[in-house]
């Protein structure tokens, strides 16, 4: 994937995120979020194409950005200059979010789904089902389980379906900040 691939995947998942409790909550603007939100994600897309991958829709109305947590995984370098670069007065935020979602994260080797998101216009067609159905096949073979972070009950209940269940209690981010609800999935067999 090139550098102006993995920066419409950012952009396409930036647009997406900007009108959800979290991205709210980092940036209160919504055009200052929307350009801290998308330098954040082309940080973690362009990490995930080394240390993970990037599954997208033909079409990119949808993307699923992943991490390989069966081996150390690499610390993105340069991410805390690169990431004040990206989110300027916002960072502390964005900082605040990585720290808590760190203390929550699972030791066990797995598959960190980080990112999902499919284009308004496109939502309940099953794109982000099929994308994450097509990651599933290769964890499934491999006998790799998943872990991802739903930002809402209603995405909890779209991952329950794909056999993701509650990993431990939501919790929640500083001053008031939404919750997050840790899942994890087992590998299938047929």
């Known amino acids: 994937m090139t550098v102006s691939a993995y920066g419409a995947v950012a952009a396409m998942l930036a647009d997406e995120f900007n009108d959800l409790p979290t991205a709210k909550w980092l940036v209160a603007d919504p055009d200052e979020r929307l350009k801290a939100v998308r330098g954040q994600f082309e940080l973690l897309v362009e990490h995930a194409l080394g240390h993970g991958g990037v599954v997208t829709s033909g079409d990119l109305d949808g993307a699923v950005v992943w991490f390989d947590h069966t081996v150390a995984a690499p610390v993105i370098p340069d991410y805390d200059d690169r990431l004040l670069a990206a989110c300027g007065a916002h960072t502390e935020r964005f900082r605040h979010l990585d720290r808590v979602m760190e203390e929550h994260h699972p030791q066990a080797p797995h598959h960190y789904v980080a990112l999902v998101g499919v ?37 909890a209940k779209l991952y329950a379906t794909l056999g993701y269940r509650p990993l431990g209690d939501r919790y929640g981010l500083v001053d008031g900040g939404p919750w997050l609800y840790p899942m994890w999935r087992e590998p299938q067999t047929a």
Not at 120 to 142: E, F, Q, V
């Open 119 to 155: 284009r308004r216009k496109r939502r309940g067609k099953g794109i982000a089902t099929a994308m994450l159905r097509r990651h599933h096949r290769a964890l499934d073979r491999d006998g790799i389980p998943a872990y991802l972070e739903a930002v809402s009950p209603q995405t």
